[in-house]
């Protein structure tokens, strides 16, 4: 069968299964637009490139599938390298679909010309150019294939206008969709080394401080069940890092929390004073490490990643182990049953009694808001917890707003928590809640958001109240750009430079409601669950609810930037000078 390039794209992204994509036409990608009419994927016109990018991924978080975005030429190029960024650095599935000059005029700095390759190859785990039409079908196919495997991330298609123009010649081609995926040098190692998971094992029943250190590769390789069988079968605490809430219920006994710079004090200090580091889909980040040499100082460490460039990239494991985590940890319980189980344990007794000291003695706490008072942001948030089906879906931007998100909300199930952490991209929230609310239409979707984050994507409120995709957004208003003041106030001598935003100045209310959605403001603790109430019963169309927050309010614990762990900051209120 004779079709155009432009056809043959829309064809196979079909036959991958795709069911939505996030974009906006322009000229380079106009010839794909149009048999986008007679297909049954859903198109969503977004009102910014970045938009569509941050849409890819959110639905991406929440269905596992990789996420799809299709944009123009030149600028619009650009304005996806931040999702694309975001994407790579999170090991997000995504393919993203670029239009190009035609091939003849490139590099000759054509309308809208840029170089896609070039500017994307630092941010994508691969990416093409397609030459000729009959290629379509087999870059597709190998796009999607290297998007989801192995670690996950972005892959881009750039697809020059000559290829896919029906006009054209050079789109020609005879229709064909490949039965496999031949990549000689792609092979991701699934299967863990048998030896280093009995060494693994072994390391773990002479251990008598463990912890499991978590991280969003657990999800990626849909481990959950996996690490929570691991972790009861050997009686071990498991600390989560913010790409991998909810990856642990955090009501589970052996549940200690977030580590890291914003973690809570009991998560940080255990892995500062393990025995042995169980890192399973996790990378050592800066924000959970702190000042590197004196991380976890008298831990052995297991490294468990699918990528082998993670082993000894930051910290140098004493057994690496190269493979994806579900199926890893699988054969790392079997060859525990063999050595004993739970019977060939150690006497934990005291480390499981220093954990529950630190508990009672360092929670997370804050001022409680009073009638007549400052609402506090930590208030809000369990109000909004309390109010919200267990299986929510809670997006955040970047800042304050989403450290108190995910140490507040409390995450029973995989899957329920999206937001950027390698990239820490502001902006996030909107449109990512966006695509996991189309990901997942029977779930309540709660974005999360800041004042300053909110105003870097809100036009796709729009796109929200146009497209009918009843989202709900909780903007924490505090006036400022929280996280940079609270910088400033602890360690520039409260010299705010370039932080202050206005209470007032976006009027949220009266703009969430020119864009087509319904709109609340809360200024006090006792309005705060009836409004939410409210918000959470309207399911037709986005809700907006302002709240209007204390603007000195800090994020508690904090370990400052180039610290120890050991140098973690607790709320004041526990006395010892907050330590």
């Known amino acids: 069968m004779n079709m155009n390039g432009g056809q043959a794209l829309i064809r196979s992204l079909e036959l991958e299964g795709v069911e939505v994509v996030f974009g906006m036409p322009g000229g380079a990608i106009l010839p794909v637009y149009d048999p986008i009419i007679d297909s049954p994927i859903r198109h969503i016109l977004v009102r910014h490139e970045q938009g569509a990018g941050h849409m890819a991924e959110g639905y991406a978080h929440v269905t596992g599938r990789p996420g799809v975005c299709m944009v123009t030429s030149g600028p619009a190029v650009t304005n996806i390298v931040t999702p694309l960024c975001d994407a790579f650095m999170d090991s997000v599935p995504l393919v993203a679909i670029t239009g190009q000059v035609p091939f003849a005029a490139i590099g000759s700095d054509a309308f809208q010309e840029c170089d896609t390759t070039g500017i994307t190859q630092a941010v994508t785990k691969h990416n093409y150019l397609v030459t000729e039409a009959q290629e379509i079908p087999r870059i597709i196919r190998e796009a999607f294939h290297i998007a989801s495997t192995g670690r996950p991330g972005p892959v881009l298609v ?4 000559n290829i896919v123009d029906p006009n054209n010649p050079d789109s020609q081609m005879e229709w064909y969709w490949p039965e496999s995926v031949d990549l000689p040098g792609y092979k991701p190692t699934l299967k863990g080394h048998p030896k280093k998971i009995r060494e693994a094992a072994e390391l773990i029943v002479a251990s008598t401080r463990p912890v499991i250190y978590a991280g969003g590769g657990i999800l990626n390789a849909h481990a959950a069940e996996a690490l929570r069988e691991l972790a009861e079968m050997c009686d071990i605490p498991v600390v989560t890092t913010l790409k991998a809430r909810g990856a642990f219920p955090d009501d589970h006994p052996l549940a200690l929390g977030m580590p890291g710079m914003h973690g809570n004090y009991t998560a940080v200090t255990a892995i500062q004073r393990s025995d042995l580091l169980l890192a399973l889909g996790s990378r050592f980040d800066d924000r959970v490490t702190g000042k590197l040499p004196a991380f976890a100082p008298d831990a052995k460490v297991v490294h468990v990643d699918i990528d082998p460039a993670e082993l000894g990239k930051v910290r140098q494991p004493d057994v690496p182990i190269v493979g994806d985590a579900r199926l890893v940890i699988e054969e790392l319980v079997a060859v525990l049953g063999k050595l004993g189980g739970a019977e060939a344990q150690p006497d934990r007794s005291y480390w499981r009694s220093q954990l ?3 508990q009672e003695k360092y929670p997370l706490t804050y001022q409680q808001s009073e009638p007549g008072e400052a609402l506090k942001p930590q ?5 909004l917890r309390d109010s919200a089906p267990e299986d929510c879906i809670v997006v955040t931007g970047v800042g304050q707003h989403q450290m108190w998100a995910s140490q507040y909300w409390g995450f029973k199930h995989p899957y329920t928590w999206v937001s950027s952490g390698g990239l820490g991209t502001m902006g996030f929230a909107i449109p990512a809640a966006i695509g996991a609310k189309v990901g997942r239409p029977d779930r309540m979707v709660w974005a999360i958001d800041g004042d300053g ?10 796109t929200a109240a146009s497209e009918r995709i009843p989202i709900k957004v909780g903007i924490l208003n505090n006036a400022y750009l929280g996280m940079v003041r609270q910088w400033q106030e602890m360690f520039y001598d409260e010299r705010y430079s370039e932080v202050y935003l206005s209470p007032d100045l976006p009027d949220y209310v009266k703009w969430a409601e020119a864009m087509g959605c319904v709109a609340f403001r809360v ?3 006792e309005e705060v669950e009836p409004i939410v109430e409210k ?5 037709d169309r986005p809700v907006v609810v302002e709240f209007r927050t204390d603007s000195m309010e800090k994020v508690y614990p904090m370990v400052p930037a180039g610290h ?7 709320d004041p209120t526990h006395g010892e000078g907050g330590r």
């Open 158 to 161: 750039d697809v020059p206008k």
């Open 356 to 358: 529950s000291g630190w």
């Open 379 to 383: 208030f809000v948030l369990e109000r």
């Open 453 to 462: 984050c909110f105003q870097m994507t809100a036009q796709e409120m729009v």
């Open 523 to 525: 200024e006090a603790p």
């Open 535 to 539: 918000a959470n019963q309207i399911d």
């Open 564 to 570: 120890s762990n050991d140098d973690i900051v607790v």
